[in-house]
């Protein structure tokens, strides 16, 4: 199997970014069998074949992210990637070839007759297709934002061959992305890039960085609702990438009418839940602030979780994301050990400095088990190693 001499330059020139550019990852090829196998199971199930240029695909990455989207891994048990062995969908970075068409076919009967998803980008709700009767290739779109299904037959734009699509997709994610500040570390930015090719990275966890114009108002919000500005180190981290997911951390985004991603243009505040976008106003400092105040006297229900906690009325911290890990941690008010606690919040203390905290099920209210951080990747490092503690790390250790 070789790839086309257009597709393959392509795709060689993207991964020649792959080490500056967090958001690029290409997996290993895939083996000669797992590629015939995804395709005998294809044909059995989905009447379809795969494209000779997809099984090329294949053969030269098992599934590729190239920035604000992603084309499908098929299983490997082959592969140097154990995520891509056997498939567990509480531990891949992505979803599969086969058991995504497996899930349109089952829930959307009818739709995806003589067709094949082939990947998908799920910040941008837009899914790539190929039509076996008409050998076309098509980006579909959902214009009303993030969705988990999208009409194959309606909004979408054909494409001749694959290089097309790709070229088109790839052109309009480096028009959003290759510009992006590099005013962090870079021993920071080098953290992210770990954690992005790591089974705990989601596709679309980098964003688009937001415009100076979008940080300037932000800051501007924020300093006349809550008196202090959005800390700097913060502003430098939105100008790269306007937020962050994965499955260990969250960092808030802020509103960018420019963004590319439809949910990002406007800051719609329907509440700190797991579908609403984190948003660095509303969904973290202005909603966290109003809960803790409706919600603490009832919490407290006796002296010992009184002593546990800081008055909400007396808060100036900037919160700026969470942890969305379990943690076990040492609850200092009482004889209990090891007990499991969810939830956590980052933020920065104004007199204080950078600190990671953990209040029981919930992220809502600070307690007093909490530690220091030196700087933002000092943070991230921790909390992104799932077998490392955030509250039990040394105080002023020097990092890495």
């Given at each position: 199997?070789?790839?086309?001499?257009?597709?393959?330059?392509?795709l060689e020139?993207?991964?020649?970014?792959?080490?500056?550019?967090?958001?690029?990852?290409?997996?290993?090829?895939?083996?000669?069998?797992?590629?015939?196998?995804?395709?005998?199971?294809?044909?059995?199930?989905?009447?379809?074949?795969?494209?000779?240029?997809?099984?090329?695909?294949?053969?030269?990455?098992?599934?590729?992210?190239?920035?604000?989207?992603?084309?499908?891994?098929?299983?490997?048990?082959?592969?140097?990637?154990?995520?891509?062995?056997?498939?567990?969908?509480?531990?891949?970075?992505?979803?599969?070839?086969?058991?995504?068409?497996?899930?349109?076919?089952?829930?959307?009967?009818?739709?995806?007759?003589?067709?094949?998803?082939?990947?998908?980008?799920?910040?941008?709700?837009?899914?790539?297709?190929?039509?076996?009767?008409?050998?076309?290739?098509?980006?579909?779109?959902?214009?009303?934002?993030?969705?988990n299904f999208?009409?194959?037959?309606?909004?979408?734009?054909?494409?001749?061959?694959?290089?097309?699509?790709?070229?088109?997709?790839?052109?309009?994610?480096?028009?959003?992305?290759?510009?992006?500040?590099?005013?962090?570390?870079?021993?920071?930015?080098?953290?992210?890039?770990?954690?992005?090719?790591?089974?705990?990275?989601?596709?679309?966890?980098?964003?688009?960085?937001?415009?100076?114009?979008?940080?300037?108002?932000?800051?501007?919000?924020?300093?006349?609702?809550?008196?202090?500005?959005?800390?700097?180190?913060?502003?430098?981290?939105?100008?790269?990438?306007?937020?962050?997911?994965?499955?260990?951390?969250?960092?808030?985004?802020?509103?960018?009418?420019?963004?590319?991603?439809?949910?990002?243009?406007?800051?719609?505040?329907?509440?700190?839940?797991?579908?609403?976008?984190?948003?660095?106003?509303?969904?973290?400092?202005?909603?966290?602030?109003?809960?803790?105040?409706?919600?603490?006297?009832?919490?407290?229900?006796?002296?010992?979780?009184?002593?546990?906690?800081?008055?909400?009325?007396?808060?100036?911290?900037?919160?700026?994301?969470?942890?969305?890990?379990?943690?076990h941690i040492?609850?200092?008010?009482?004889?209990?050990?090891?007990?499991?606690?969810?939830?956590?919040?980052?933020?920065?203390?104004?007199?204080?400095?950078?600190?990671?905290?953990?209040?029981?099920?919930?992220?809502?209210?600070?307690?007093?088990?909490?530690?220091?951080?030196?700087?933002?990747?000092?943070?991230?490092?921790?909390?992104?190693?799932?077998?490392?503690?955030?509250?039990?790390?040394?105080?002023?250790?020097?990092?890495?």
């Amino acid at each position: 199997m070789s790839l086309d001499h257009q597709l393959y330059t392509l795709l060689e020139t993207l991964r020649s970014y792959e080490a500056e550019e967090p958001y690029i990852v290409f997996n290993p090829p895939a083996s000669p069998q797992a590629i015939e196998e995804a395709d005998k199971i294809s044909q059995k199930e989905f009447g379809v074949a795969i494209p000779e240029v997809y099984k090329d695909l294949l053969a030269y990455a098992n599934g590729f992210s190239f920035g604000l989207g992603y084309f499908y891994p098929v299983i490997d048990s082959q592969s140097s990637l154990p995520w891509l062995r056997e498939e567990d969908p509480k531990e891949s970075n992505f979803f599969y070839f086969v058991t995504r068409n497996q899930y349109v076919r089952t829930h959307y009967k009818g739709l995806y007759d003589h067709k094949l998803l082939l990947g998908e980008s799920l910040s941008l709700a837009r899914r790539y297709l190929y039509d076996s009767s008409s050998g076309l290739y098509y980006t579909v779109y959902n214009k009303g934002g993030l969705c988990n299904f999208i009409n194959p037959t309606k909004d979408r734009e054909s494409y001749e061959d694959l290089y097309s699509l790709i070229k088109a997709e790839v052109e309009f994610i480096f028009y959003n992305l290759k510009h992006a500040q590099k005013s962090l570390d870079p021993k920071l930015i080098a953290c992210l890039h770990a954690h992005r090719k790591s089974r705990y990275a989601l596709e679309g966890c980098f964003l688009p960085p937001a415009s100076p114009s979008a940080i300037e108002k932000a800051d501007r919000n924020f300093y006349g609702e809550f008196g202090v500005s959005i800390p700097q180190f913060y502003k430098d981290f939105l100008a790269y990438s306007n937020g962050f997911w994965s499955k260990l951390i969250i960092l808030a985004s802020i509103p960018d009418e420019t963004s590319p991603i439809e949910w990002l243009r406007t800051e719609k505040d329907e509440s700190f839940n797991k579908v609403t976008p984190f948003y660095f106003i509303s969904s973290l400092n202005r909603y966290i602030r109003e809960k803790a105040k409706r919600e603490l006297a009832g919490r407290l229900k006796d002296e010992v979780e009184r002593k546990a906690i800081v008055r909400v009325d007396e808060l100036i911290d900037v919160f700026f994301g969470i942890c969305s890990r379990k943690c076990h941690i040492e609850y200092m008010y009482s004889d209990h050990r090891d007990q499991t606690f969810y939830g956590g919040s980052f933020f920065l203390c104004i007199e204080e400095g950078i600190k990671g905290c953990i209040s029981r099920n919930d992220p809502i209210i600070r307690a007093h088990y909490f530690n220091d951080y030196p700087s933002l990747r000092s943070l991230l490092l921790t909390a992104m190693d799932p077998t490392k503690n955030i509250l039990h790390v040394e105080k002023n250790k020097p990092e890495e």
